[in-house]
């Protein structure tokens, strides 16, 4: 009876270490092709950068990119910049800073026409 208990707790065991072990190769294979992959985008764009005919905005490659990414996943995975944040704020909680008054400009002078 022993010797059953024995057996069955060395299996499971050895079924958790198996198991744990396909995963982290799984993983390390996942994050391998992850890194691999960064690599050539960072090298292609090193090299386009370098020796492209006409000169590049490196800012707006990288956006172009990014937006190609995600629009191969579905609709409603959007990337906002970091100098979008303002506006995204005030769309997804309606909060916004300021007074509160309609502000116009008046020949030399800004006016303040409704509070």
Do not use: C, H, W
Request: no cysteine; glycine share 8%.
């Amino acid at each position: 009876m022993k010797r059953k208990t024995r057996l069955v707790i060395l299996f499971s065991i050895l079924l958790f270490a198996g198991v744990s072990t396909g995963f982290l190769m799984t993983q390390e294979s996942r994050d391998f092709r992850i890194a691999k992959n960064l690599d050539i985008f960072f090298s292609l764009f090193r090299e386009l950068n370098a020796f492209y005919v006409d000169e590049i905005d490196p800012e707006k490659i990288i956006e172009t990119g990014i937006e190609n990414m995600l629009r191969s996943l579905d609709p409603y995975t959007v990337y906002y910049p970091e100098s979008d944040a303002d506006e995204f704020t005030f769309m997804t909680t309606g909060k916004y800073g300021g007074i509160g008054s309609l502000v116009r400009s008046g020949g030399e002078y800004v006016v303040i026409s409704e509070v």
